[in-house]
């Protein structure tokens, strides 16, 4: 139930005021973009988009969704059902290395495989006493989906996991003392009951693949970012007309993935505050941990390896570790100003939705989750637009350089990530009794003076976890910050970027290694590992 305050016309007008034209900002990279595809006439618009190419193009996209998907559940699933029903030795510690990789970028994921597997790779040394010449070409659809689906899987993992420890476990001891096998009991009772939690990591899995540019760019797998990207300096009318196609699939499946969650209270059972009793794997149990670890030795183990023994090579042979000094502070402040706008921006959208509920507010929280459903090549595409048409008189008369700015990645970054600051922010909200703030108004106290000393120092749990995700994820953001960085402002991601398209992978260990340890912060807020 949503708790609200009487309505207050005055401070709802304001809210509105404040709310509609940053809803109208960041509703703006899918409003110019669509603005711009329409200026392709339609004759040459269709034509392009039932062209042969193109639609190679639309069909790897969709290829690499449905494969990393099946894969992200065939691995999430049981690694879930493992570590929340059975008697499994080391629940906890595997809980966490199995959601680890969900903060490892994926273009550093795919540089650790073509470092190991590509030509020159250290695991071709290793054989060639053997005979082996040549290992099979890592690049093409196989690398791609073979680093997303080991970065993607924890979305499957954590949504299926907490559906479990949500059902109540009555309905499977019932199926066990009929006679059913723990294994005919998970698919018959189990699995069907968990159908929504499936559904919604599986849909996640299909949005962080269908947006992800790092790993399709390093195994040059042509899927719609990386075509995006290419056309950017060949023709940007057909650049925005790819774009829109990318945001009717995002659009399409945010919507399915809303629609699902809106089924799922159907399949579930009131839950239980009885823990469920546990099932002794015996026999199975030497498999079920041969199974984790070789995840985790693929996922996270041979990523972080791969890029150590890069390190110590690099530094053996005269690499510094002072080159990261500068990267990794430009990209501090980078994601640093955007998660503080984050935050700042998030307070009305929260307050107006959650104390003043109405369609016009939830339909401006929505708009602000929109940009979240976009690739960041196509939001960084939308300001690469401004920056060069809009911004490029004021350029000229500044005698400007560049109209690529500090600013201007900021707000694309605040366009991306404003919903993960929303989320928590509105959470802690909706858990503030109004009736505190009711109480310090009659005592006489201003509708400010009652905010910020009452309602947001209850909220600031939510809102600090929020402003963190930014954070973290902004750190590691590559296609916005190659579009849209100042010229030599070299960051952490875009160091990596570049060294290993130079092939200069033991300059690319040190950075990577910091952005992989820093991000690995955020489990702090949003991983539940208590049995």
């Not at 004759?43 to 639609?55: F, I, N």
């Not at 995006?228 to 009318?237: H, Q, T």
């Not at 939705?353 to 929109?370: F, K």
């Not at 929303?422 to 905010?451: C, D, K, M, W, Y």
Request: net charge positive.
């Amino acid at each position: 139930m949503i708790h609200t305050l009487p309505r207050q016309t005055s401070t709802s007008r304001l809210l509105l005021a404040i709310t509609i034209p940053l809803a109208a900002a960041l509703l703006f990279p899918t409003i110019y973009l669509a603005l711009r595809a329409a200026q392709v006439p339609l004759d040459e618009a269709a034509s392009y988009l039932t062209r042969a190419g193109t639609l190679r193009v639309i069909g790897r996209s969709l290829l690499l969704v449905a494969t990393v998907s099946l894969a992200s559940a065939a691995i999430g699933i049981p690694a879930a059902w493992l570590t929340a029903r059975t008697d499994l030795r080391g629940r906890r510690m595997w809980t966490i290395a199995l959601t680890v990789p969900l903060v490892i970028p994926s273009y550093v994921a795919a540089l650790a495989l073509v470092g190991a597997f590509g030509q020159r790779g250290f695991v071709q040394g290793w054989l060639e006493p053997l005979g082996v010449e040549r290992l099979p070409s890592i690049y093409g659809f196989w690398g791609a989906w073979l680093s997303i689906t080991l970065l993607a899987y924890p979305y499957v993992f954590l949504s299926v996991r907490a559906g479990l420890k949500g059902l109540d476990p009555s309905l499977e001891e019932a199926s066990r003392t009929l006679g059913r096998s723990a294994w005919e009991t998970f698919r018959r009772v189990t699995l069907r009951q968990l159908t929504p939690s499936i559904m919604a990591g599986v849909l996640l899995v299909a949005l962080y693949t269908l947006s992800d540019f790092g790993a399709v760019a390093i195994m040059q797998y042509n899927v719609f970012t990386r075509a995006i990207y290419l056309r950017l300096s060949l023709d940007l009318e057909t650049a925005a007309l790819l774009s829109m196609v990318l945001v009717a699939l995002s659009i399409a499946i945010l919507a399915f993935v809303n629609r699902t969650e809106q089924r799922g209270s159907t399949y579930y059972a009131q839950r239980s505050a009885r823990a469920p009793q546990r099932i002794a794997l015996g026999r199975w149990h030497a498999a079920a941990q041969a199974f984790l670890a070789l995840i985790t030795l693929l996922s996270l183990i041979a990523p972080l390896g791969v890029l150590s023994y890069w390190l110590i090579n690099g530094l053996q042979q005269g690499e510094t570790l002072r080159d990261v000094i500068v990267p990794l502070q430009r990209s501090i402040r980078a994601a640093a100003l955007a998660a503080v706008a984050c935050g700042a921006l998030t307070l009305p959208f929260v307050v107006l939705q959650v104390r003043y509920p109405s369609r016009v507010s939830h339909g401006l929280a929505r708009a602000a989750y929109l940009g979240y459903a976009l690739p960041g090549v196509v939001i960084g595409l939308a300001f690469v637009f401004v920056g060069a048409r809009v911004l490029g008189t004021l350029r000229d008369w500044f005698g400007l350089t560049d109209y690529r700015s500090l600013g201007l990645l900021v707000a694309a970054y605040v366009v991306r990530f404003i919903p993960q600051a929303i989320g928590p922010a509105r959470a802690a909200l909706l858990q503030v009794n109004p009736h505190l703030e009711e109480s310090a108004l009659t005592l006489g106290r201003n509708r400010p003076r009652v905010f910020a000393t009452i309602t947001l120092p209850l909220m600031r749990p939510g809102l600090v976890a929020g402003v963190a995700l930014v954070f973290l994820t902004a750190m590691k953001e590559l296609p916005v910050t190659l579009l849209l960085a100042p010229s030599g402002y070299v960051t952490l991601a875009t160091r990596i970027w570049s060294a290993s398209s130079e092939s200069f992978y033991a300059r690319a260990a040190a950075p990577a290694l910091v952005l992989v340890l820093i991000s690995a912060l955020s489990l702090v807020y949003i991983l539940d590992t208590d049995d």
